[in-house]
């Protein structure tokens, strides 16, 4: 059915208690089941599948991907199945959408493990033991769901913001629930034929295992230049292409994950992967400022030798470009700060929600006693002092006001931008502190995070007629079932061979790079840095700020961004082809789709979505699967 909405001059002129009258009567749907065990068990359990996928994806590319829609897709598809077999009811609209909620927020609990806490432990060499990553996760988390709460009835029920990310999942729910159920299950057909077909290829690549079969011979290759050299070695400046990652790759997932990302983020990946390792690393090479490592007789250099040069002038680019996006967007920061500020209407606004919201007392009780466990374990775990930790906490509801009203307008959650800002604040109050830096950084970025995503799940709730105080609990079980999964596993996966192992050519960890780039450059000095790395920091950050410009002057037309050709300096090349080849294919099918016949627009336009999600589960799933396989059992 038609979600109702009110209108632009309702929006401008109604009080918030005319509006929450009006949702009242209007759109709640009463006691329709919500929370309930079997909408908590199935995100729970989806979430945390679904979290190992943004596991894999993140190590690769630094990003992670939404997985409510996904994760909303399968729901409904199994429990239609199931309710055609007799075995159970289906699921009501608001069980699937307090599961995605779920299942959201434990896909959101991968980030740290991928950024901050993993830039820590590289830096100090020494893991973190896994029940206090665990819990410092946890409790970070949910002390941005504490944050998200107080701001929900301005941002949602009287701004009534958009929450583009937001509406819609709660424009899919509404379609699969109310509309033709036929589609939602060739969609959810589609996204598990992709997976299962990405996941045979990622198994039938583990040599290893194919060769304990004693099928060794049949593996599909990674890379697809391997004949070339049986000939001859193509070269630049004397570095062969292979040494400098410059080759094409089997990996269906980087291509998938390019698909969702779009055509100018995998233009500009290429662009900066094309500068950074077929001119400027070859360069540096001959010139002598990238060292090799002798091997077999040989000097090789590799993607890790290459991006302890090359990383600075892309993080230059990145952050100069996110600063400028930043700060560019004066209604973002002037409106965060005005809505708290604006008077109430002078009529008295009775609280007609009060038995549906989450009550006040929660968050004016929680974020004391919970910012006081995060300042605790800030202190006793990472060596932050307590009256740091203190202000890491208060810098929270700053960035979260930023951060929820950036999300609230563009979908976009400024993580990056967030966790430079508070690098550079504490790389002012605790100059040469790099732990400090990155720790506080954590807890300000990862906060911020969760409650802006929090409020991003929450809106299709308030569309759908939903009990937010549901999804809060909801989510805080989603924050649960990702730590418990996501945390165990990198743990098992990435650091079975200590801290320094983390970054490799196979999992580059970009996040990690930066955060751990921009905590040493702000602790240690530019004078550390090789002199063509100081200039070519320089050359990035004023290349970032020339590309972020002209984006923003085009309204968005120039196709280069500034945070996509810097990040391809701390990808592999041959990740940043496939991302790009992805993005162009799909893009391809589109412009293509009316000479083609009808199931193709639908296969790979209409329904691009489900085959990207698809391939990236189950290539990413396999993935992990196959590392655990090979390193335990083989």
């Not at 304990?212 to 049949?218: A, D, M, V």
């Not at 307590?386 to 509801?397: P, T």
Request: charged share 15%; hydrophobic share 55%; with cysteine.
């Amino acid at each position: 059915m038609a979600i109702q909405h009110l209108t632009d001059e309702q929006i401008r002129t109604w009080t918030l208690e005319q509006k929450d009258r009006w949702w009242l009567e209007n759109v709640w749907r009463g006691d329709m089941p919500q929370l309930t065990l079997r909408a908590a068990l199935t995100g729970m359990l989806l979430g945390g599948i679904l979290s190992l996928t943004n596991l894999y994806v993140g190590a690769k590319t630094g990003w992670t991907l939404g997985v409510g829609i996904t994760s909303v897709i399968l729901a409904f598809a199994s429990f239609r199945i199931l309710a055609r077999l007799g075995l159970a009811d289906e699921f009501t609209v608001l069980e699937n959408n307090c599961m995605q909620s779920i299942a959201t927020a434990a896909g959101y609990m991968t980030m740290p493990l991928i950024s901050s806490l993993a830039a820590y432990m590289i830096v100090t060499g020494t893991p973190i033991p896994m029940g206090i990553t665990m819990a410092f996760m946890a409790a970070v988390a949910t002390l941005g769901v504490l944050f998200a709460f107080p701001l929900k009835r301005r941002f949602i029920n009287d701004e009534q913001h958009p929450f583009p990310e937001g509406r819609a999942a709660g424009i899919v729910m509404d379609a699969l629930h109310s509309g033709d159920a036929s589609e939602g299950m060739f969609k959810a057909k589609l996204l598990t034929v992709c997976g299962a077909a990405a996941g045979l290829v990622k198994l039938w690549s583990s040599q290893p295992i194919l060769e304990r079969l004693g099928i060794g011979r049949f593996t599909f290759p990674e890379f697809l230049d391997g004949w070339v050299y049986r000939f001859f070695s193509p070269r630049i400046l004397g570095t062969e292409l292979r040494e400098l990652t410059v080759r094409p790759d089997t990996d269906f997932v980087m291509m998938a994950a390019g698909g969702l990302m779009g055509i100018r983020t995998g233009v500009s990946l290429l662009v900066g992967a094309i500068v950074n390792y077929c001119i400027l690393a070859p360069w540096m090479i001959a010139w002598g400022d990238i060292e090799g490592a002798v091997a077999d007789g040989a000097i090789h250099y590799g993607f890790r030798r290459i991006t302890v040069w090359g990383l600075w002038g892309g993080v230059a680019m990145m952050t100069a470009a996110s600063l400028l996006a930043f700060f560019a967007r004066p209604r973002i920061l002037t409106s965060a700060f005005t809505v708290l500020l604006r008077r109430k209407s002078p009529r008295h606004e009775s609280d007609v929600l009060k038995g549906i919201e989450l009550p006040t007392w929660v968050f004016l009780v929680g974020i004391p006693v919970l910012g006081g466990v995060v300042v605790a374990i800030a202190n006793l775990a990472f060596g932050v002092a307590v009256w740091e930790g203190i202000v890491a906490v208060a810098l929270i509801f700053v960035f979260t006001l930023i951060a929820a009203n950036s999300t609230a307008l563009t979908s976009i959650t400024p993580v990056g931008a967030i966790g430079k800002l508070t690098q550079l604040t504490y790389g002012a109050i605790a100059p040469g502190n790099i732990t400090t830096n990155l720790a506080t950084a954590a807890v300000t970025a990862e906060a911020a995070s969760n409650a802006s995503n929090l409020l991003m799940d929450i809106k299709p709730g308030y569309m759908l007629g939903a009990k937010p105080r549901q999804q809060a609990i909801g989510h805080v079980l989603g924050i649960l079932a990702g730590a418990a999964v996501a945390v165990p596993v990198f743990y098992l996966v990435f650091l079975r061979n200590g801290p320094q192992q983390l970054i490799s050519d196979q999992y580059p960890m970009p996040a990690a790079t930066v955060w751990k780039a921009v905590a040493e450059l702000l602790t240690q000095g530019l004078d550390k840095l090789p002199l063509s790395a100081r200039w070519a920091a320089l050359a990035g950050a004023l290349l970032g700020i020339a590309l972020e410009a002209a984006r923003l002057a085009t309204k968005g037309r120039f196709w280069l961004s500034g945070v996509g050709v810097g990040l391809a300096t701390v990808i592999p090349f041959n990740t940043c082809f496939a991302m790009f080849l992805g993005s162009f294919l799909f893009w391809l099918a589109e412009k293509r789709s009316q000479n083609e016949t009808p199931w193709f627009r639908k296969v790979f336009v209409e329904n691009m979505e489900p085959v990207c999600a698809g391939v990236i589960a189950g290539g990413a799933l396999m993935g992990i699967a196959v590392i655990l396989i090979e390193s335990f059992l083989l």
